[in-house]
């Protein structure tokens, strides 16, 4: 079975622009949480998604925003990025919501 | 609010000695327990859980974790350390049931390093 997906797996942006992240769960799973890793403030949740419906949100600025697809697939959203917006951004996926998360390599944000 | 301490940043042991990483966690529940390893450039990958019945939880890797109600601790231990085990460690909690809408609290992580 194949693991969570994550794409691309870096990316390199300036300050100002947008950028989107790509997340496909695991097969059958239809919840998807993503999660924000930097050195200093470790794994900060930033908001899951459970068919298709935004069910839970962490204290980041509206300028992230994420949707789930009819798949189960997830897509993240970071707009007018800034310096600090730098990351390891990580999907997780799990079947049910008494079930552990599964977790994807992530995708490393770098802003210039 | 829920909280998860892991008191060592890093650690460092000798291949074959024994492990042993703290986690505290603070909780108006029994929660839910676990533990995740990232190894550089990966994402999280769980190595055990806790939901209920036996305090003593194995997982994979060689790895076990007890759970003490009376400590709020879920240590997790490894009697002998491979070099291969080098990697960062979580511990997270979440609600009883992992029900309703309360996300995943993880710790800060502890570094392991393994010496020849």
């Known amino acids: 079975k194949a693991g969570v997906t994550q794409t691309p797996r870096y990316l390199i942006k300036t300050r100002g622009q947008q950028v989107t992240l790509s997340c496909s769960p695991i097969?059958?799973?239809?919840?998807v949480s993503w999660y924000q890793q930097t050195p200093g403030q470790g794994l900060q949740f930033l908001f899951e998604?459970?068919?298709?419906?935004?069910?839970n949100k962490g204290n980041f600025p509206g300028r992230f925003s994420g949707r789930q697809f009819s798949n189960s697939r997830s897509e993240m959203n970071v707009s007018t990025l800034e310096l600090g917006d730098s990351a390891l951004y990580l999907c997780?996926?799990?079947?049910?919501?008494?079930?552990?998360?599964?977790f994807g390599d992530g995708t490393r944000l770098s802003i210039l | 609010a829920q909280s998860v301490t892991q008191p060592d940043i890093h650690i460092t042991v000798s291949e074959g000695a024994s492990l042993e990483l703290r986690c505290n966690y603070s909780?108006?529940?029994?929660?839910?327990l676990f533990w995740y390893v990232q190894s550089p450039g990966q994402g999280l990958q769980l190595l055990l859980k806790?939901?209920?019945?036996?305090?003593l939880v194995q997982g994979i890797k060689g790895f076990e974790a007890e759970f003490k109600r009376s400590q709020s601790s879920f240590n997790l231990r490894k009697p002998s350390v491979h070099w291969s085990d080098a990697a960062e460690y979580f511990c997270a909690v979440g609600p009883p049931g992992l029900a309703g809408n309360t996300p995943l609290v993880f710790g800060k992580g502890t570094r392991l390093s393994v010496i020849a």
């Open positions: 097969s059958g799973h239809r919840s």
């Open positions: 909780y108006g529940a029994t929660p839910y």
């Open positions: 997780a996926s799990r079947v049910e919501t008494n079930q552990p998360q599964h």
């Open positions: 806790y939901f209920s019945g036996d305090t």
């Open positions: 998604y459970f068919s298709e419906t935004q069910r």
